[in-house]
């Protein structure tokens, strides 16, 4: 990488060497990001924006929940930052390696995925949404429109194999 900065700079950062690569040392580059980043928040209004926006995430993951009752153990979150667990986790005491145990997590995602939709799971069993503050309504519907998608799809594939999301994961 590289960056162009003024002569003026360029001397206060030869006189009073700073290290280069850190994000969290208080480096001019950093600071000229973080004061542009609160700029532009303010400017555009991005936190009473996402005030509205939280409320329609959180509404829209309800409806989700209500809506898949058989695969859903719960919603939970606030703001930008949400997690869906599925139903069947409670029985896995709450193990990160569990080789050949079905993931609902990674079936979900890899149906978004292919629908253009990237999500990361937090573990097996807990899909994590985090989308950008910036995002309008629009694209949070569109997104949640495929996540409702993706659902049904487990929902579907649970039946052509003729068991509930919880007896799916506890099969080892």
């Known amino acids: ?14 006189e009073n060497i700073w290290f280069f690569g850190s994000t969290f040392s208080g480096h001019p580059l950093a600071m000229a990001a973080i ?5 532009y928040m303010l400017e555009n209004q991005i936190i ?13 993951l309800e409806g989700l ?13 606030k703001g930008f930052f949400w997690s869906i667990e599925f139903k ?8 990160i390696n569990i080789k050949g ?12 995925y292919k629908r253009k939709l990237i999500l990361g799971g937090l573990l097996p069993w807990t899909l994590r949404l985090t989308p950008s503050l910036t995002m309008d309504i629009e694209d949070l519907q569109i997104g949640m ?15 052509e194999e003729g068991k509930t999301l919880e007896e799916m994961v506890n099969a080892l």
């Open 1 to 14: 990488s590289g960056i162009v900065i003024s002569k003026e700079l360029s001397q206060q950062l030869e």
């Open 88 to 95: 069947g986790s409670k029985y896995l005491s709450r193990k």
């Open 65 to 77: 929940k209500n809506k898949y009752q058989d695969l859903l153990e719960s919603v939970s979150g």
């Open 35 to 39: 004061s542009a980043t609160i700029d």
């Open 48 to 60: 009473e924006l996402s005030k509205e926006r939280s409320n329609f995430i959180r509404e829209a």
């Open 101 to 112: 145990v079905f993931s609902p997590a990674a079936f979900v995602s890899q149906e978004c």
């Open 145 to 159: 429109k495929i996540l409702d998608e993706a659902l049904g799809s487990l929902e579907l594939y649970c039946k």
